[in-house]
């Protein structure tokens, strides 16, 4: 069998690990990452609809987020790849005085951590919403400077760039054990090979409970199945993600964008959640969801749907990513849980993991780090997840 030596070794090549190993390779230290799956990308990440917001709730979050915000607009320019980024922003609607009163609330904490956006007036959101039903609308909040990309391009832009910067890739292996001496991490055992690592990260995403039972470890990390589609493309109207989080029978809320070349792309947070690890598409979906996007959006209605799929959200108790180290196996270190948003979060968190990865960690990534912390207590929930 294969044995080999690295400084880190990161479980799962999707949404997280495949920034994580670029920017651990980047800043000098040797990676290798392995994936059960042929390619990078090929679990949760292949389903994700791209967009990325720093319009959360969660302080963490949302400085999370403003990095990767910043790495995605600039990547064409640093880097040359078209990823298909496109700075359309993010408005969440409210035709309640619930949703007004949440959004509003929302502001406070969102301002103070430096994003753009506002509250704007049924007026004011017409005129960047035009094709939105008048009737009830009471307004709605739009940050400017959020957007969207394609999954698949971003996706393999950063995978290169971190075999570039000298990261390692093994696919198409299982790990079957996880070597433990004297409380400490060794390395893994995969049904191809022995690596040995002194530091090892789980970022398996909807896995990531299976390799914790490797160490005799319990994460509260659960998949939950979302269902998203897509249209045929028609001339462009719509610049900003549409998000409506009015609850209806079957969903908490639905979201959905304009691409570039037309298709509309859209996707529901069923309730109940759909536990487990079936990703195959539902007859229940497309009816639900169609009634909701065309009572806010009139012109939709004869637009064709071409395709959906289902993908696997790694949900926590409170709604919120586990990023940090294990305090009952040394070495370990947990980016899991994030909850649906992983694409959003990956490029910034990358570059968290590096530092703590070397122990450099700055002030306002250990508050981040406590937000986030595997071992906090789960209150309550995140309200824009």
Not at 69 to 82: N, V
Not at 153 to 173: D, I, S
Not at 208 to 215: K, N, P, Q, R, T
Not at 281 to 308: G, I, Q, W, Y
Request: with cysteine; net charge negative.
């Amino acid at each position: 069998m294969t044995r080999e030596a690295y400084d880190v070794i990161i479980i799962g090549a999707g949404s997280v690990g495949v920034p994580g190993a670029w920017a651990m390779a980047r800043d000098g230290l040797s990676v290798l990452v392995i994936d059960r799956f042929a390619s990078p990308g090929q679990g949760s990440n292949k389903t994700a609809i791209g967009g990325i917001r720093a319009t959360h709730s969660d302080p963490a979050k949302i400085r999370l987020c403003l990095r990767s915000l910043e790495i995605a607009r600039t990547w064409q320019e640093a880097h040359g790849d078209d990823i298909e980024w496109t700075t359309g922003g993010y408005s969440f609607v409210a035709y309640s005085s619930r949703e007004e009163n949440t959004l509003k609330d929302l502001l406070v904490i969102q301002e103070q951590h430096g994003l753009d956006i506002d509250w704007h007036e049924p007026r004011e959101l017409l005129g960047i919403i035009p094709a939105l039903r008048r009737d009830g609308l009471h307004g709605g909040t739009f940050s400017p400077g959020d957007g969207h990309c394609s999954p698949l391009l971003f996706g393999h832009a950063m995978y290169e760039q971190a075999k570039a910067a000298g990261a390692r890739f093994r696919f198409g292996e299982t790990i079957t054990g996880i070597d433990v001496v004297s409380g400490r991490v060794r390395g893994v055992v995969t049904d191809k090979g022995i690596y040995d690592a002194p530091i090892i990260v789980n970022a398996a995403g909807p896995w990531a409970s299976e390799v914790g039972h490797l160490l005799g470890m319990e994460h509260p990390v659960r998949p939950d199945s979302h269902e998203g589609g897509i249209t045929e493309p028609v001339a462009h109207f719509l610049g900003p993600m549409v998000v409506d989080i009015r609850p209806a029978p079957g969903s908490a809320n639905y979201y959905f964008f304009q691409l570039a070349t037309g298709q509309i792309v859209f996707c529901v947070t069923p309730s109940p959640s759909l536990w487990g690890f079936d990703r195959r598409e539902t007859s229940a979906f497309l009816p639900m969801v169609a009634k909701r996007m065309v009572d806010l959006m009139p012109c939709l209605t004869n637009l064709r749907v071409r395709r959906t799929w289902r993908g696997l959200y790694p949900m926590t108790p409170d709604g919120s990513p586990l990023v940090g180290w294990s305090r009952e196996v040394s070495g370990y270190l947990m980016a899991i849980g994030m909850c649906g948003q992983g694409f959003m979060l990956g490029p910034g968190l990358g570059e968290l993991l590096s530092r703590v990865v070397r122990a450099e960690a700055k002030p306002e990534d250990e508050e981040i780090l406590s937000i986030l912390s595997p071992h906090r207590a789960f209150a309550g929930q995140e309200a824009l997840k």
